[in-house]
T-cell receptor
Framework: AQKITQTQPGMFVQEKEAVTLDCTYD???????LFWYKQPSSGEMIFLIY??????QNATEGRYSLNFQKARKSANLVISASQLGDSAMYFC???????????FGQGTRLTINP | GAVVSQHPSRVICKSGTSVKIECRSL??????MFWYRQFPKQSLMLMAT?????????EQGVEKDKFLINHASLTLSTLTVTSAHPEDSSFYIC?????????????FGDGTRLSIL
């Protein structure tokens, strides 16, 4: 079965610094997707970035980039030039068994300090 | 703008009440939608996969008679928590994605906070 592990329960970063949120995954599927979502205190889930298992290049979306290391089965999220509004829970997720349903990690609570 | 709408955003009701939550895809047809449950300070746990025109697929340990799912159209799935009790209090959130396989991101509704007194 698919599994996502996020080993950082909480991260504290100074504003404008870059931050890396760790994510490792375990799957036996040759084709899978990796996703990062942001969940503010209001509860909604905001899609940030996607990486496909066959993608050769790391995904980037604005200030977000995904450091994809397939051999190590890691998909870390990098946020550059952090902002106060980046404070939230961040979830890494993967698709399971060729289906669109998501398996989530435990999440990392990111706090940006002014 | 939002591509998935979920309603209501918050429900407070007495024990024994049945509560219906709606999830709508706004600008695309969704043959499949997903329902998740999230307890405070925890991650999202998939409850069931809602399939348009057929029965939902429930995850292990989820009571299908307790959590009724109906997906009668390509843009609407409903979750009914039947005879809700305090232990059913939680954050329920739905998602849907455009067709295209595993590389399509799930778009989530804003969630429903259910509180059973």
């Amino acid at each position: 079965a698919q599994k996502i592990t996020q080993t950082q329960p909480g991260m504290f970063v100074q504003e404008k610094e870059a931050v890396t949120l760790d994510c490792t995954y375990d799957t036996s599927d040759p084709s899978y997707g990796l996703f990062w979502y942001k969940q503010p205190s209001s509860g909604e889930m905001i899609f940030l970035i996607y990486q496909g298992s066959y993608d050769q290049q790391n995904a980037t979306e604005g200030r977000y980039s995904l450091n994809f290391q397939k051999a190590r089965k890691s998909a870390n999220l990098v946020i550059s030039a952090s902002q106060l509004g980046d404070s939230a829970m961040y979830f890494c997720a993967t698709t399971a068994q060729g289906a669109q349903k998501l398996v989530f990690g435990q999440g990392t609570r990111l706090t940006i300090n002014p | 703008g939002a591509v998935v709408s979920q309603h209501p955003s918050r429900v407070i009701c007495k024990s024994g009440t049945s509560v219906k939550i709606e999830c709508r895809s706004l600008d695309f047809q969704a043959t499949t939608m997903f329902w998740y449950r999230q307890f405070p300070k925890q991650s999202l746990m998939l409850m069931a996969t809602s399939n348009e025109g057929s029965k939902a697929t429930y995850e292990q340990g989820v009571e299908k008679d307790k959590f009724l799912i109906n997906h009668a159209s390509l843009t609407l799935s409903t979750l009914t928590v039947t005879s809700a009790h305090p232990e059913d209090s939680s954050f329920y959130i739905c998602s849907a994605s455009r067709a295209g396989g595993v590389n399509q991101p799930q778009h989530f509704g804003d969630g429903t906070r259910l509180s059973i007194l």
